[in-house]
């Protein structure tokens, strides 16, 4: 099974309004870790907001939110008054286990992504 | 936000040649990481290290070779790159927070 599942792989989006990025991800750890980047055309990979498994409240992060409901396995982004300049590839990835320290690592697993286009 | 760079940002080269693609990180960071994207595709991590003298393959198999002899420093080496090797390559790095910042890649054309 997936670990990062991204339903959406192309989604249209009005400037000014919002949208919603689905993931749903897969793990039976009880401590884990869900980012969300964005990549536009230029390649690189921005960070744009965290979540942690233990954390009660919803992340936010300017105007892009987590809409985080751990029981359904979902951390969708959501993205609100639309801006031309995000329109680019939106990754959502997992962090299994705790955040570690020193000594060793923890992997990054990501989903297909979703490409997101703004329009007029 | 980490100040992460990789050069060079493109490279075509032949068939057989040793190529060295360089990412160096101006935080501090302890962990280092290489991930593999074809174009629209997801990434794939390929090494990762968590510290000066550390090293580890990641989940995708790769002819890379990685170093870690500085802290600031994780360059990753191709022997003798083939066709199969064209990919974007991307470097990352990232503290005891575990979120990592990523430069802004490598785009390899091997012909």
């Known amino acids: 099974a997936q670990k990062i599942t991204q339903t959406q792989p192309g989604m249209f989006v009005q400037e000014k309004e919002a949208v919603t990025l689905d993931c749903t991800y897969d793990t039976s750890d009880q401590s884990y870790g869900l980012f969300w980047y964005k990549q536009p055309s230029s390649g690189e990979m921005i960070f744009l907001i965290y979540?942690?498994?233990?954390?009660?409240q919803n992340a936010t992060e300017g105007r892009y939110s987590l809409n985080f409901q751990k029981a359904r396995k979902s951390a969708n982004l959501v993205i609100s008054a639309s801006q031309l300049g995000d329109s680019a590839m939106y990754f959502c990835a997992m962090r299994e286990g705790p955040a570690l320290n020193t000594g060793t690592a923890s992997k990054l697993t990501f989903g297909t992504g979703t490409r997101l286009q703004v329009t007029l | 936000e980490a100040d992460i760079y990789q050069t060079p940002r493109y490279l075509v080269i032949g068939t057989g040649k040793k190529i060295t693609l360089e990412c160096s990180q101006t935080?501090?960071?302890?962990?280092m990481y290489w991930y593999q994207q074809d174009p629209g595709m997801e990434l794939h991590l390929i090494h990762y290290s968590y510290g000066v003298n550390s090293t580890e393959k990641g989940d995708l198999s790769s002819e890379s070779t990685v170093s870690r002899i500085r802290t600031e420093h994780f360059p990753l080496t191709l022997e003798s790159a083939r066709p199969s090797h064209t990919s974007q390559y991307l470097c990352?790095?990232?503290?005891?927070?575990?979120?990592?910042?990523f430069g802004p890649g490598t785009r390899l054309l091997v012909l």
């Open positions: 979540q942690g498994s233990y954390d009660e």
């Open positions: 990352a790095s990232g503290t005891t927070g575990e979120t990592q910042y």
């Open positions: 935080m501090g960071h302890d962990k």
